[in-house]
């Protein structure tokens, strides 16, 4: 450690920069470089909001995700946030403890003290709340994915994952990833969460309407106990409990169909196989294959698929928002190249999963898009459009 300096040296200093004691705090801190400090490459300073550190200090974990091809980002229990390098002109010191400016200024008389430096830093990161990157985990639960009791053999055993798996893998916090899980068409069998086929839905849903077909009854005078009752031959009751929580609503005791989840759910099922389908013939097929009391209509398929009736004939072309990328501008081109231009009610379904609470459809648009107005209605296209 390097020779210890006294008040006169300080005053000599002090005097040089021309400040008087009055202009200083009583205690006055004597800097000592140790010889081994921090490598600023192995060790990272992050900034953290009041909250985080309150957090943190309640005892709880910060988790740090991301693979060797994505951003680094940090999770909380419910929030996500994605890491930003900051630099400061100031150099930033890394000591093990530094008494704050009111409990200096209690100290009687001036006085000197030692203190230990252990890094320096002129870059840190910056903590900024960002979207969970929940897409990946549909495509990894869709590897192996569930497609009844009757395919189950000792290898489909033992597929799927975990939670704690998932939260290892997912970029997302514990809350974010379970909304997610409980969104998505999962299903949870001996501690494993997978992804339900799209055909088991469809034949859970019409093996049901045909149940209700032979027995003359609507399904609003039914209960979700009779339901699982009558499904429990087909099905296993985690399937049977959450198909009931997809397709369906309750009226008091009575159930009814959710019509929009129903009639995306077929036409998931009828239009992959094609990719596009004329579309009054769709629609037409669409409508017939749907469960009795189920109205199927154009707006069901925002998010699943496009209508396109620039072409003759008109077209219903397969289109899921899933597929698309994550990122915004990835999306936007993706989209931009579907359809040159498009309305904020169109685009909207596509773009919605991308905002958080300080951002909207409109204003991802109005950022990454440009907006013009053709016989009194508003479109959006790409901004590098020709």
């Given amino acids: 450690m390097a020779q210890a300096r006294n008040l006169t040296q300080v005053d000599a200093m002090l005097n040089l920069a021309k400040l008087n004691e009055s202009d200083v705090k009583k205690e006055s801190v004597i800097l000592h470089f140790i010889p081994q400090i921090i490598d600023s490459k192995e060790v990272k300073l992050v900034e953290v909001s009041k909250d985080i550190l309150e957090y943190i200090n309640s005892g709880e974990t910060l988790y740090v995700k991301g693979g060797e091809t994505e951003n680094i980002v940090i999770c909380s229990n419910d929030a996500t946030f994605e890491l930003k390098e900051a630099e400061t002109s100031n150099s930033l010191l890394v000591m093990p403890s530094l ?204 998010g699943v698929a496009l209508v396109d009736y620039d072409c003759t004939p008109s077209l219903v072309k397969y289109l899921p928002e899933f597929e698309l990328p994550e990122e915004v501008n990835e999306r936007l081109d993706a989209l931009f190249r579907t359809r040159p231009k498009w309305t904020l009610e169109d685009i909207s379904p596509y773009l919605k999963p991308l905002t958080d609470g300080t951002s909207n459809v409109a204003a991802l648009l109005t950022k990454f898009a440009r907006s013009s107005t053709v016989n009194g209605q508003k479109y959006y296209s790409s901004k590098y459009a020709k």
């Fill in 99 to 302: 008494l704050e400016a009111s409990v200096v200024e209690t100290c009687n008389g001036r006085k000197l003290k030692s203190q230990l430096v252990h890094g320096i830093y002129h870059t840190y990161y910056e903590m900024k709340p960002t979207k969970p990157k929940l897409q990946a985990l549909r495509r990894i639960l869709a590897r192996h994915p569930y497609k009844g009791k009757s395919h189950v053999t000792d290898v489909d055993k033992n597929s799927g994952l975990s939670f704690s798996e998932l939260k290892r893998i997912i970029q997302a916090s514990e809350t974010e990833l379970l909304n997610q899980i409980n969104e998505l068409h999962t299903v949870k069998i001996d501690g494993k969460w997978r992804l339900m086929d799209m055909g088991l839905l469809y034949s859970w849903v019409t093996y049901l309407d045909s149940i209700l077909r032979e027995k003359q009854l609507p399904l609003d005078e039914v209960t979700a106990e009779e339901v699982e009752d009558w499904m429990g031959l087909f099905e296993i009751k985690q399937v049977n409990v959450k198909c009931i929580s997809m397709f369906m609503g309750e009226d008091r005791d009575n159930l009814k169909w959710n019509c929009a989840a129903v009639s995306r759910l077929f036409a998931l099922y009828l239009l992959p196989e094609l990719r596009a389908f004329d579309s009054k013939d769709f629609f037409a097929a669409w409508q017939e294959s749907v469960p009795l009391g189920v109205a199927t209509c154009e707006d069901h398929l925002r």
